[in-house]
């Protein structure tokens, strides 16, 4: 299979692609068609785990972040001696700290629930983990990853679209609705017309030594919790009048919705519909008192569009989990809209990317505020 962006003629020199390897299947079928194309193909990873990498128990699955990172380094490197690419391998432990740990950490304290795949793939995976393979000399006309996502060029408008994945099980174009314009004017994503079954077949078709391997689940083996309990204090789980109910050990262990870990014992099932940081406390209710008709957003990031000029039905991602939901987004100012939907949502949760679509088009997303 060819990637469509990437066009191979007699008269023009190969193109230079740097495929981001994971050490997982998805990015090694990346590098295996690219290398296929007649692209000039070179492999980076990167390491970002700053503590003991001790091998991942058995049973257990990998974490984005956390120990087993030396194993997928070790399988990217044999996928790329397969391939007969070359591999390099950069340390990006102190700016994943700084642009993802330090910025989630922060969020859950402050009572709101980020989304770290966001802001790594915006900030690191396409972000600081280029500037440093062209600081090292490596000359590359395209980037490529394992993503299942779609991208083109819309000459209307003169701008770089980003379209879910044709598989709409496994699509990331969620976790990739930061990317700005020259990213995604850089970046391909060959697996974007395919299915996670397809990907398989075609890995152990290649006999790449990774075809079989299971994918990373979650962004921190074992859980988040470990990054916000140094600074965890106890507090008040309260009703809507303020009366005490209970105690929690933190805010940052809650999310807006929660209904498990609440430890408490009543009639009605209770959700934490309110988290008041300043007051180091939770605030639960009825499942009703969670669903919220409209929200705000900022930090906003357009793709098929420049601006919102007007009004504009679109379909609204709230969480990654989450099915697009008719809404209408109006703009409160340059870096402030409204979404209402036009029913009622589940818990959508302050710090939550919010994304935007005109059917398998990313207009744009934003952060949930309020």
Known sequence: ME?????ISADTRAPRILVALSGGVDSAV???????S???????IMTIYGGEDTPVQTGHKHGCYGPGEAEDVRDAQAVADALGIKLYVFDLKAEYQTAVLDHFKAEYQAGRTPNPCVYCNQRIKLGALL???????????????GHYARTEYDPATGRYRLLRGINHDKDQSYFLSR?????????RFPLGELTKEEVRRLADGLKLPVAEKEESQNFIAGGYRQLVCGEAKPGPILDESGKVLGSHPGVAFFTLGQRQGLGLAAKEPLYVIRIEPEQNAIIVGGKEAVYRSEVLANDLNWISIENLTSSLDVAARIRSGASPVPARIESLGPDRIKVVFNEPQMAPAPGQAIVLYDGEVVVGSGVINH
């Open 3 to 7: 990637d469509k962006h990437v066009q």
């Open 30 to 36: 990346a590098a295996a068609l690219m290398k296929k």
């Open 38 to 44: 007649g692209a000039e193909v070179t492999g980076i």
């Open 131 to 145: 500037e440093k393979a062209s600081a090292s000399g490596i000359e590359f006309d395209f980037v490529v990853t």
């Open 179 to 187: 990317l700005s314009q020259e990213q995604l004017k850089k970046v």
